[in-house]
């Protein structure tokens, strides 16, 4: 829903020093822990060229919930990151059929529009279509590492040239279509591990218990701020007792310290992937704190309950085994010799794909990785460097490295559509 008229658009660029300059022999010391980061985050609700499948998918009040839940979890997991997000400067409404129906593809036009929120951290709401359509949602959520090349800056004057570049996370719009089933329904027990479902989507039970994915921007978001998944690889693959035995190797890889770390995402070469995906590059994993996991697809495709687990045992023509109980799960495998492993993951950890607590929460590698990516990484670093709220962290970041030289500043009512596409924004 369109509401408020268009302003006139008044085109005006700042040229904005990002900081001091730190020069290559200056030292840099630590930002210290407990020192809230301010991270901006720009929600752009698409729509086709022609408009179709309009605002409303996602309403504000849903937009609004997803970030309430992100900063949950933040703050209860003691990260001292806080998302700001404004409606009136932080939320536009897009047409572009490309990025709207994004799935893993069109990079090259998402990373464009990206480049048009410099400073921000940008998220493209896709509105594909309403739910209960029976029109897809184009998947789930991802993050696409990009270089930083925002509008404003040498090679993105206009926005419409081919280097305009950002990173951008992706998520389905249709709020209420985004369904986690936990649990298998026990008879004479209403609801499921998190009580009632709160998000006001009607949602109803059955053969399991349902819940709308309040987690999923956290999670996302996660990504977004450098974590990989608990589990391995960018899906979660890993559902049979052959699977999890042909996944294992004895001794770890490079750079992890456990044995059996293999089944975690945390590497940091990235995850060990052989799910035939590309899509964990140009990520730096250094979450080494996460418990092993497999993945939670191993529950749900066994009829086998993610929270409250059954006593359960799975075999396969492999010869390996699965042992669930409520407290975990245990392989036991040949792989040379006879393997034993045990897996308690952590079914509240935001990075999995468990939903077994409201709000789920992040480890402490997890905080000390998010907050290092945004100090350190120069495809991150501006959206510290670019908030004046985040000031107090210039002096322990190189802002004047990478692409960005400046960038624009672009008040609330006056856009300059750079490419077209953008006609509104408030
Ligand atoms: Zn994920």
Not at 193 to 207: F, K, V
């Amino acid at each position: 829903m369109k509401r408020g008229a268009i302003a006139a658009w008044a085109a005006f660029a700042l040229a904005v020093p990002c900081s001091a300059q730190a020069g290559p022999l200056q030292t840099i010391q630590p930002v210290p822990a407990g020192v809230e980061m301010h991270v901006r985050m720009e929600a752009v609700i698409l729509s086709d060229d022609d408009g179709g499948n309009p605002a409303g998918v996602l309403s504000l009040a849903q937009l609004r919930e997803w970030i309430h839940v992100f900063n949950s979890s933040l703050r209860l997991s003691g990260a001292h990151i806080v998302i700001d997000f404004t409606e009136r400067a932080d939320l536009a409404r897009v047409r572009n059929t490309a990025v709207n129906r994004l799935a893993h593809d069109s990079n090259g036009p998402a990373a464009r529009l990206a480049s048009h929120y410099p400073g921000k951290m940008v998220v493209f709401f896709r509105a594909y279509g309403p739910a209960g359509s029976g029109i897809g949602i184009t998947g789930n959520g991802y993050t696409a590492y990009n270089p930083y090349v925002p509008l404003g800056s040498k090679d993105c004057k206009t926005g419409k040239e081919s280097a305009c570049s950002a990173s951008y996370t992706v998520m389905p719009s249709v709020y209420c279509g985004t369904v986690v089933a936990t649990d298998l329904v026990k008879p004479g027990r209403k609801y499921g591990p998190l009580g009632a479902d709160r998000s006001g989507c009607g949602i109803t039970n059955n053969q399991w218990y349902l819940y709308q994915n309040f987690g999923q921007l956290a999670h996302e978001g996660g990504h977004y701020l450098g974590l990989p998944h608990t589990f391995p690889g960018s899906y979660d693959f890993l559902s049979t007792p052959s699977a999890l035995q042909s996944w294992y190797q004895g001794t770890p890889r490079t750079g992890t310290k456990r044995s059996i770390a293999i089944y975690d995402g945390d590497s940091p070469n990235g995850p060990l992937i052989s799910d035939g995906s590309n899509l964990m590059s140009g990520w730096n994993f250094t979450v080494l704190d996460t418990l092993p996991d497999v993945g939670a697809h191993l529950f749900a495709d066994n009829n086998l309950s993610m929270c409250r687990t059954e006593t359960k045992t799975l075999k396969d023509s492999s010869g390996a085994t699965i042992d669930f109980d409520g407290r975990g799960y245990t392989l036991h495998a040949t792989y040379g010799g006879a393997v034993t492993l045990h897996f308690q993951p952590d079914k509240a950890n935001v990075m999995s794909y468990f939903l077994c607590k409201r709000p789920m929460t992040y480890s402490p590698g997890q905080v000390a990785t998010m907050r290092s990516v945004l100090v350190n990484d120069q495809q991150r670093n501006y959206l510290l460097c670019d908030d004046p709220r985040d000031s107090a962290f210039r002096r322990y970041i190189n802002c004047s490295t990478g692409a960005r030289v400046f960038h624009v500043i672009v008040p609330h009512g006056s856009t300059p559509p750079p490419n077209g596409h953008v006609y509104t924004r408030y």
